[in-house]
């Protein structure tokens, strides 16, 4: 596989077997759409470097990182703001996922969740293994963080997450609402237009999705909960720790 794994996050892969990793026909057309997005003058370009899975079925790219404020208001506090108040320009108040029994869909800033790109056919995920739901860790350089396939994108698109996703993978990642937070509350008043532009690495694990019993707080925090206890464990079954 013609993929060198990025230097400042060579402690975090420790184990990852790159070399046994292969691509299907679905992963290299898709990585040939993405390639051909990035035209020149592009403002915004994939950068995806690398787009296969691993011998356990692990989907695995590197691409950069934009900022999705999709989702409602967060549920904490009446000052959070909703995804479109958030970013005017193309945010939406809802997400792909839905929280069993009613609970509603995803905030951005306080669920780590990630996007997939969806299909030629319509709002399915690009990749036929993958569903909205699946886990995921997601590294950036020295930082490693676990995320919730949480949205579906744009059809030639590849590498979009939570604010909540950004801000944990700081302080490496810039700050996604840079000059535009609550100076009282430091909440997110509105997006900072700008992406991690490249080497974020995304291990999605296929049939991880939470069943019903699923809340909103096992997906909240920055200390152990359901979704990092998971992803965690399924990223040191991949590299054999």
Known sequence: M????????????TGVPFDEAEASDVE??????????????????????GLFHF??????????????????AAPDDPRRRTGS???????????????PNRQ??????????LVLPKNAAGDAPFHPELQIGDVAVVIYKGEKTAAICGDIGPFKKIGEGSICLHEQLGPAAPDPCRKHRDPVT?????????????????????NSAFGDDLQLSDLTGTKSNRLRD????????LRGA
């Open 2 to 13: 013609d993929f060198t794994p990025p230097t400042a996050s060579k402690e975090l892969l």
């Open 28 to 49: 290299e057309a898709a990585k040939q759409r993405y390639d051909a997005f990035d035209t020149p003058g592009n403002k915004d370009p994939n950068s995806c470097k």
């Open 55 to 72: 011998p356990d079925g692990t989907v695995f790219w590197s691409s950069k990182m934009g900022i999705d404020s999709d989702g409602p």
């Open 85 to 99: 108040q958030m970013d005017p320009d193309s945010g939406q108040d809802g997400t792909s996922f839905h929280l």
């Open 104 to 113: 509603g869909d995803l905030p951005s800033e306080i669920v780590p969740y």
């Open 186 to 206: 430091g909440f997110c008043q509105r997006i900072f237009d700008s992406s991690i532009e490249g080497d974020v690495l995304f291990f999605v694990f296929p």
């Open 230 to 237: 998971t992803a965690f464990a399924l990223y040191d079954k």
